[in-house]
Each structure stands twice: as C-alpha cells, then as structure tokens.
C-alpha cells in the first residue's frame, strides 16, 4: 500500500468521524468546529487526487466562508454552555431507517457496478486551463452558467440585506 | 492516486450523505440542520470530482459542476442565516418544534 493510498484511508475516516461527531454532538458551538474538521479533510482528499484549485476553493470558501458565517450566527442565537435538546425517538428512528436503508442500497449499487474509465489522453488540470474553459463561449465552454450564478449571488447578496435588516418601528 | 480504488472514494462520499441525511431528518436546530446541508453539498462534490478525475480524464466538467454548487452552496448559507436571525428576532428560538405559527 503505498503513501498515498494510507493518506487517503486516514483522511477519509477523519472525515467520516468529525462529520458523525457534527451531527451527534449536543453542544452546537463543538458541532460547528467538527464540521470545520470535516472540510478541511476533504479538502486534503482534493489535495490527493491532484485538484488543486478544487481544494484551495474548498479550504477557502468553506472553512473560511461558510464556517465563519455559522459560527456567528451561533453566537448571535445561542448561549454559551446551552446544550441542544434530544431528538425526538420516532424521528431518528426515521432518520435510521432512511439513511441506512439508502446507504445499504448505494452501497450495493456501487459495489456491483463496474466502472469503465476512458482511454484518452488526460487534459491539464491548471487553473489557466480551467479559466480558459470556463469562460469560453464557444463549444464546451460554461460563459452562460457562470453568469447566471453570478446573477444568483447578486440576488442572495440583496436578499440578506432585505431579510436581515432590522425594522425602525420594533 | 490511482492505487486507490474508485469504490472507495464513492462509500466514502455515500458515508457522508447519509450521514448528513440523518442529520437533516434527527436535528432540532436550525443552525445545525443547515451544518447537515452542508455535508450533503460536499458529500455530492466529492463524487462529481472522484468521477472527473478516474473515469473522464480528457474532460473538465466535474470541476466545473463543483465549482457551481461551492457557488450555489455559499449563497444558500448566507440566506439561511439571515432567515435563522430574522426568525430568532420573531420567536426568540431557532428550535423547529417551537416555530410553528404556519402550521394550522
């Protein structure tokens, strides 16, 4: 087994662990920082496979974005030391039944499948390269789509500060 | 990277699904059905670029197609905060046993 494959073993259990303790934890705020473990984890898989810019987005968006924005508003809606109340028996019973009736059946599906991998040459994988396709408007190019979620952001960027802002009259 | 077989990359990124579908049905908490999402979201972009990076090397799409849902996953988020903090403003708790004006 080589260097990379135990890499990628230990970085997989690390994810698969921080992100059963995110969602069995009942203090939030150790929730939260799991969650952090968990991506930053799943960025080095990224790292792994040679995606780099995959990876920097991941560590980038995610743990600096995303993460943050949780963590605040925990602290805006909840006090220190409080901790979480317990799920309802019926609705993780539920929850169990769903989840391991669907990972049994991905499982199986995955298992018995058998993937047949392309024999052509592979394309540079640098950020120039990407770029370039990215914003190409010719065949293969994604120049729509990316306007598109820029509109989108744009719309959620006004729709924060819609939703968010506070009433004079209250 | 290619000792690794692709099974494995995909059971890992199931794990992670349904994991976080656990999470989204059993949680009580907004913020914390939202951390839930979030697994989803990554465990789908794992898959997206395992599929990119063994099966159609000559290709760029999967990372393309996580670029857009990293996009789409971050602005799903700072709305979501916004909706938890308005609502918390309103009802004074985020717990969604408790939030249920719409209800009846």
């Given at each position: 087994m080589s260097a990379q494959a135990i890499a990628f073993y230990i970085l997989g259990a690390l994810a698969i662990v921080c992100s059963a303790l995110t969602i069995f934890s009942r203090m939030i705020f150790r929730s939260a920082i799991y969650l952090l473990f968990s991506l930053i984890s799943i960025a080095g898989i990224y790292f792994l496979m040679e995606m780099d810019f995959i990876a920097a987005l991941q560590i980038m968006?995610?743990?600096?974005?995303i993460v943050v924005l949780i963590i605040f508003s925990i602290f805006l809606t909840h006090r220190s030391g409080d901790k979480l109340p317990c799920a309802l028996t019926k609705r993780s019973l539920i929850g169990g039944i769903i989840a391991l009736s669907g990972l049994a059946l991905s499982g199986w599906i995955i298992l018995r499948n058998t993937f047949t991998a392309t024999n052509k040459p592979a394309v540079d994988l640098s950020i120039r390269n990407i770029g370039r396709q990215m914003l190409?408007?010719?065949?293969?190019?994604y120049v729509y789509p990316f306007e598109i979620i820029s509109f989108l952001i744009l719309a959620a960027l006004i729709g924060c500060i819609v939703i968010a802002v506070k009433d004079k009259k209250e | 990277m290619e000792q690794v077989p692709l099974a494995h990359m995909l059971i890992l990124s199931t794990i992670l699904f349904f994991i976080g579908i656990y999470g989204f049905f059993t949680r009580r908490n907004m913020i914390t059905m939202l951390m839930s999402t979030e697994l989803i979201l990554n465990s789908v972009n794992i898959n997206f670029v395992a599929f990119n990076r063994y099966?159609?090397?000559?290709?760029?799409e999967g990372i393309f197609f996580t670029l857009f849902i990293i996009a789409v996953a971050a602005s799903e988020v700072s709305l979501a905060v916004a909706i938890i903090i308005n609502i918390y403003r309103k009802f004074k708790t985020i717990d969604i046993e408790e939030t249920d004006t719409m209800k009846y």
């Amino acid at each position: 087994m080589s260097a990379q494959a135990i890499a990628f073993y230990i970085l997989g259990a690390l994810a698969i662990v921080c992100s059963a303790l995110t969602i069995f934890s009942r203090m939030i705020f150790r929730s939260a920082i799991y969650l952090l473990f968990s991506l930053i984890s799943i960025a080095g898989i990224y790292f792994l496979m040679e995606m780099d810019f995959i990876a920097a987005l991941q560590i980038m968006v995610y743990v600096g974005g995303i993460v943050v924005l949780i963590i605040f508003s925990i602290f805006l809606t909840h006090r220190s030391g409080d901790k979480l109340p317990c799920a309802l028996t019926k609705r993780s019973l539920i929850g169990g039944i769903i989840a391991l009736s669907g990972l049994a059946l991905s499982g199986w599906i995955i298992l018995r499948n058998t993937f047949t991998a392309t024999n052509k040459p592979a394309v540079d994988l640098s950020i120039r390269n990407i770029g370039r396709q990215m914003l190409d408007y010719q065949q293969h190019g994604y120049v729509y789509p990316f306007e598109i979620i820029s509109f989108l952001i744009l719309a959620a960027l006004i729709g924060c500060i819609v939703i968010a802002v506070k009433d004079k009259k209250e | 990277m290619e000792q690794v077989p692709l099974a494995h990359m995909l059971i890992l990124s199931t794990i992670l699904f349904f994991i976080g579908i656990y999470g989204f049905f059993t949680r009580r908490n907004m913020i914390t059905m939202l951390m839930s999402t979030e697994l989803i979201l990554n465990s789908v972009n794992i898959n997206f670029v395992a599929f990119n990076r063994y099966l159609y090397p000559h290709q760029l799409e999967g990372i393309f197609f996580t670029l857009f849902i990293i996009a789409v996953a971050a602005s799903e988020v700072s709305l979501a905060v916004a909706i938890i903090i308005n609502i918390y403003r309103k009802f004074k708790t985020i717990d969604i046993e408790e939030t249920d004006t719409m209800k009846y």
